[in-house]
């Protein structure tokens, strides 16, 4: 199994264009999840999937838009990319079975710079 | 509220020392706690966990204990070695109908040979 993969590694952004974070896992887990890390700091919620067609807000959802048309797929779209939104970003999936442990599975990150 | 914190940002310790990481949390109701271990340019690696009814679970090398009358998670590596060297957090579920995870800001290990 590949895990969580994550496309692209690193990408600089101009203020106000558009990208999209693509994002697959082979483990068919329902659950899935988008992270911002930025510096020296904790992990913080942006959307998230409880499986196809569901996806709902985090702690930090502005300026991000996601959708969950496959199990395997979720991608991030940034619209009119903001400074602020510089920092590394990471998807995650888990299953949503509790008595499987629950573990969530991060993707290795991808960098983003908006300049 | 919602928060997990550490108390202590860096840590540094000599290769074959145990190390201990400290963290506070303050939501009674989360009912899983998790380390993640994170190197440099990598995502978080699931380490260990430990249910909110149990005190201590160990792994391999690693113990997780939980305290829950003053919040308190440790995680304890045995005979830290280089690679251990990495960002370490903790982490509390809360699970509100799906498993909402908590960071605490995270703990940088040093092991010097």
């Known amino acids: 199994n590949a895990g969580v993969t994550q496309t692209p590694k690193f990408r600089i952004l101009k203020i106000g264009q558009s990208m999209t974070l693509q994002c697959t896992q082979d483990m068919n887990h329902n659950y899935m999840y988008w992270y911002r890390q930025d510096p020296g700091m904790g992990l913080k919620l942006i959307y998230y999937s409880v499986g196809a067609g569901i996806t709902d807000k985090g702690e930090v959802p502005n300026g991000y838009n996601v959708s969950r048309s496959t199990t395997e797929d979720f991608p991030l779209r940034l619209e009119l990319a903001a400074p602020s939104q510089t920092s590394v970003y990471f998807c995650?999936?888990?299953?949503?079975?509790?008595?499987?442990?629950?573990?969530?599975?991060f993707g290795e990150g991808s960098w983003l710079t908006v300049v | 509220g919602e928060s997990v914190g550490l108390h202590l940002p860096t840590l540094s310790v000599q290769e074959g020392d145990n190390s201990i990481i400290n963290c506070a949390y303050s939501n009674s109701a989360s009912d899983y706690f998790i380390w993640y271990k994170q190197e440099s340019g990598k995502g978080p690696q699931f380490i260990i966990d430990?249910?909110?009814?149990?005190d201590k679970r160990q792994g391999q090398r690693v113990t997780v204990l939980l305290n829950k009358t003053v919040k308190h998670l440790s995680l304890q590596i045995a005979a830290t070695q280089p690679g251990d060297s990495a960002v370490y957090f903790c982490?509390?579920?809360?699970?509100?109908?799906?498993?909402?995870?908590?960071f605490g800001t995270g703990t940088r290990l040093l092991v010097s040979p």
């Open positions: 982490a509390e579920r809360i699970d509100t109908g799906f498993q909402k995870l908590v």
């Open positions: 430990i249910r909110s009814n149990m």
């Open positions: 995650a999936s888990s299953y949503s079975d509790q008595g499987r442990g629950n573990t969530i599975y």
